[in-house]
């Protein structure tokens, strides 16, 4: 059994900055990509970021040069640095990573997701 369970959402005037964390928790053998999404009322679930597990990162145009992902990979946990963050960043944030477990046929890559948290940029 596997989990991600992520931390740090909460409410944060703009400009200013939250730290989000996933671990991931259970039978893991490995992970690749690690990622993170939004989803904001109304809206299609958007990638924000993701990074591989030799840290190569790719960012969503619109939170380029603010936000800024990474991941320890020796605890299995990956972060969002958000910065100068903006009303139109409100969104629930979740956190998404393709991992590896020992079945009884072999290895086998999974899709998982956390739970989701709440960020919500307001004045």
């Known amino acids: 059994q596997v989990q991600l369970v992520e931390s740090g959402g909460g409410l944060v005037q703009p400009g200013g900055s939250l730290r989000l964390s996933c671990a991931a928790s259970g039978s893991i053998f490995s992970i690749n990509r690690m990622g993170w999404y939004r989803q904001a009322p109304g809206k299609e679930r958007e990638l924000v970021a993701d990074?591989?597990?030799?840290?190569?990162?790719n960012y969503a145009d619109a939170v380029k040069g603010r936000f800024t992902i990474s991941r320890d990979n020796a605890n299995n946990t990956v972060y969002l640095q958000m910065n100068s963050l903006k009303p139109e960043d409100t969104a629930v944030y979740y956190c998404n990573a393709d991992i590896g477990s020992w079945h009884s046929l072999g290895l086998k890559y999974n899709d998982y997701w956390g739970q989701g948290t709440q960020v919500t940029v307001s004045s």
């Open positions: 990074i591989t597990s030799g840290g190569s990162t």
